[in-house]
């Protein structure tokens, strides 16, 4: 089992920064590879970005390239996603999730999951 908590989440204006961590205890977080997905009121959850185990490898939605930076640090069991240019569609609940080494954008692909942090845009 892996137990993931989000926090980093607030209220920020349109053109802001937020970074939002994600801490994993259990089993070694090394061994997985972690995802951010996000989703906002009346829609399905999407995929925001995703890093292999090693850190190496990072994908990211087109609507965030460019904007938001996943990183982590195996010795603190922590994920981070740094959200730069900051707009008011990045409105939503953000989750992390973690799957075992390789990087995926489905959802569904995600074993384990935090339970989610709010952050909120406003334009």
């Known amino acids: 089992q892996v137990q993931l908590v989000e926090s980093g989440g607030g209220l920020v204006q349109a053109g802001g920064s937020l970074r939002l961590s994600c801490t994993a205890s259990g089993r070694t977080f090394a061994n997985y590879a972690m995802g951010w997905f996000r989703q906002a009121p009346g829609k399905e959850r999407e995929f925001v970005g995703s890093?292999?185990?090693?850190?190496?490898?990072?994908e990211y939605a087109a609507s965030v390239a460019g904007r938001f930076t996943i990183s982590r640090d195996n010795a603190k069991n922590t994920v981070y996603l740094q959200m730069n240019s900051l707009k008011s569609e990045d409105t939503a609940v953000y989750y992390c999730?973690?799957?075992?080494?390789?990087?995926?954008?489905?959802?569904?692909?995600?074993?384990?999951w935090g339970q989610g942090t709010q952050v909120t845009v406003s334009s």
């Open positions: 999730a973690a799957r075992s080494r390789l990087i995926a954008t489905s959802w569904n692909e995600y074993r384990y």
């Open positions: 890093i292999v185990d090693s850190g190496l490898i990072r």
